[in-house]
């Protein structure tokens, strides 16, 4: 009886102990990575005991919920996750800790059209000018795959620019509801909308690779738990997980 009280009474202590350690992380994550944290988030907050109040912005852009906007207002976050080279921009303007940067996954861009329309060929670079030259309609993103498509894809399909830059909300959406008959974005935020067909990731040679990074801002509340919640992100036993999300992992 007194070896199952003190088994007891070690565990209990040992609860206790671990709600005492237990943070609250702000989390600031951009769209490309998001559908794979919200499967990694929860995972990981069970097995640490800490909690992530997590907030969803662009990684660059004129929009106020953009990460680099909210940091530049002041507000605080324990972890950014976004576009790599937007996160540098932040190392360098001294709001990230540059030896906290850690690398998650790269992220390709893709196609949707309408869900019920007719699946167009875009293997190859005639196939993939062919569609967007005949569409009615084609919508892009304000971060980084959006930037690409509107500055370079285009020219390097030889093609007039043309379509329309969705600020804040998601591409595919649009496309869902009919606004829009070409939805291009990465893989990962496409996949995750109902309403669409994802056709598939444009070309090799007119790709785009967009690589996903975080880091800890200098003024993070827990950057030992912010740092142990990015060495979980890019863990290997992780990667199966990211992978489903329409990411790549990254080569190491």
Do not use: C, W
Not at 26 to 31: C, E, I, L, P
Not at 148 to 155: A, D, G, R
Not at 160 to 173: C, D, F, N
């Amino acid at each position: 009886m007194k070896s199952m009280f003190k088994t007891l009474t070690a565990l209990a202590l040992g609860a206790l102990a671990l709600t005492a350690q237990a943070e609250q992380l702000k989390v600031m994550t951009s769209g490309g990575f998001t559908a794979a944290y919200k499967v990694l988030g929860p995972q990981y907050a069970q097995r640490s005991g800490d909690t992530l109040d997590t907030i969803l912005g662009p990684s660059m852009g004129k929009a106020p919920e953009a990460i680099p906007n909210r940091l530049a207002r002041g507000e605080h976050a324990d972890v950014v996750i976004m576009v790599g080279y937007a996160l540098d921009e932040l190392i360098k303007q001294g709001k990230v800790d540059p030896a906290s940067r850690v690398e998650l996954a790269d992220s390709r861009i893709g196609l949707v059209v309408k869900q019920g329309q007719p699946k167009p060929a875009i293997g190859t670079d005639a196939e993939l000018k062919a569609v967007l030259s005949n569409a009615k309609s084609v919508a892009y993103s304000d971060s980084a795959s959006g930037v690409y498509v509107e500055k370079e894809l285009f020219k390097k399909l030889g093609m007039p620019a043309k379509g329309t830059m969705i600020e804040r909300l998601p591409v595919a959406e649009q496309v869902a509801k009919g606004d829009y008959a070409v939805g291009l974005q990465q893989v990962a935020e496409l996949l995750p909308v109902p309403g669409v067909t994802f056709v598939g990731k444009i070309p090799e040679d007119v790709q785009s690779v967009t690589r996903f990074a975080a880091g800890i801002p200098v003024n993070a509340e827990h950057p030992k738990q912010a740092k142990a919640l990015l060495q979980f992100l890019a863990s290997p036993e992780v990667q199966p997980a990211v992978q489903a999300t329409g990411l790549d992992s990254v080569s190491r």
